[in-house]
């Protein structure tokens, strides 16, 4: 393939960039902007790599273009049908790496969008940036989030943000995110008593009084969902107690649980909540928090019919608005109060063996967002 979008997502491929190991890719990409005339900054913390690149005045209407270099482990090798690293397109027209999908087609879709964009109206409107890390897929402490602060502290202008994470289900644009839920983790020791099973009565078994509340939170409706999102959920992610002795009452069982919740609640209603139902029974507990996303919501609006507006002109068919799946970087960029959307590739394949993507997908999703960016600033 020829094709510039291809050629640029098989390069960011072959760089073995696990998280929160860059491997290159931000260098490339710099290289590519700096030749647009963009002001590039690097802000790295740590092991994280983060670029803010800009083209136009900062007090200009600002569209963000947001993505991660980095990529989940590639698993078991010798089970992928080509080198994972390889950039291998088969037969059939489907590029195959890990991270060809999540996400550096749509990182190359995006600048290859803005290269040409750029050429064709070098006087353009607004103001194009990039907001790129390479701590997306492990903990997503020292990327976006640590960015956006800066940003923020700043007044830095930002009005629209296309984040290029995979969002589409059957076909390429049948779905754009328009939100994410909320995600909340409780970490929970239970306390007991350790001895012998044989002795019950000089022990306590924290698995036992735990069974009840554990029975109440599964049954426990936490809301009712609204327009944009379904009712709130709580998974239970890990329970752990005991020994290894088939003889021994444990002393304490570690539970974990996750709520992914929709903007009907905040995390301290959660905590409040869950916090009644503990103490409504005779358990001794250590319990911890971890937020690791707010809810946020772009409603319809010029970005979204901007991004309707170019999928139906290259795809022929209508988008989705949507807000199901995890989360992504968008949860930290809807902070500063622009309209936020994911659109990207197919997410059939991500995280997983032969992770792969369609080529003639990659070349689409690029006029999508040049069409986008015509839209808004041409």
């Known amino acids: 393939m020829t094709e510039a979008v291809i050629e640029l997502t098989k390069q960011l491929i072959t760089k073995s960039s696990i998280s929160p190991n860059d491997a290159g890719c931000q260098a490339l990409i710099i290289e590519r902007l700096n030749a647009l005339g963009f002001c590039c900054e690097e802000i790295n913390i740590g092991q994280t790599k983060n670029l803010w690149a800009y083209h136009g005045q900062a007090e200009d209407e600002t569209l963000i273009f947001a993505g991660h270099t980095d990529v989940v482990p590639v698993g078991d090798e010798s089970q992928w049908l080509y080198p994972p690293f390889s950039a291998t397109i088969d037969a059939h027209g489907q590029l195959y790496g890990r991270g060809a999908a999540d996400m550096k087609s ?60 995979p969002s589409s289900d059957k076909q390429l644009g049948d ?70 002795a088939e003889n021994v009452i444990p002393g304490d069982l570690k539970v974990q649980f996750n709520f992914r919740y929709s903007s009907e609640l905040t995390d301290a209603m959660i905590k409040q909540r869950v916090c009644a139902i503990l103490d409504k029974h005779p358990l001794n507990y250590t319990l911890n928090w971890r937020l690791s996303g707010k809810p946020f919501l772009t409603r319809q609006g010029t970005l979204t019919d901007a991004a309707a507006l170019a999928i139906k002109t290259l795809t022929q068919q209508e988008t989705q608005l949507s807000t199901s799946g995890g989360t992504s970087d968008g949860r930290f960029i809807a902070q500063m109060g622009c309209q936020v959307i994911e659109l990207g590739p197919l997410n059939a394949t991500i995280h997983k063996i032969n992770e792969h993507v369609a080529v003639k997908d990659i070349i689409i999703l690029k006029q999508i967002y040049q069409a986008i960016l015509v839209k808004l600033f041409g």
């Open 106 to 165: 749509g990182l190359a879709a995006m600048i290859c969008a803005a290269e040409d964009f750029i050429k064709q109206n070098p006087q353009h409107r607004g103001r194009i940036a990039f907001l790129i890390t390479s701590d997306e897929e492990a903990d997503a402490t020292d990327g976006t989030v640590k960015v956006v602060e800066q940003l923020m502290a700043r007044h830095e202008r930002v009005d629209y943000c296309i984040v290029g994470e």
């Open 175 to 244: 779905q754009i995110k328009n939100g994410r839920r909320g995600s909340l983790t409780a970490n929970l020791v239970v306390h007991g008593i350790q001895g012998h099973v044989a002795y019950p009565h000089l022990a306590e078994n924290p698995i036992h009084t735990f069974a009840p509340v554990l029975n109440e939170l599964c049954l426990t409706q936490w809301d009712q969902g609204n327009d944009y999102f379904p009712q709130t959920t709580m998974q239970v992610a890990n329970i752990n107690a005991g020994t290894g």
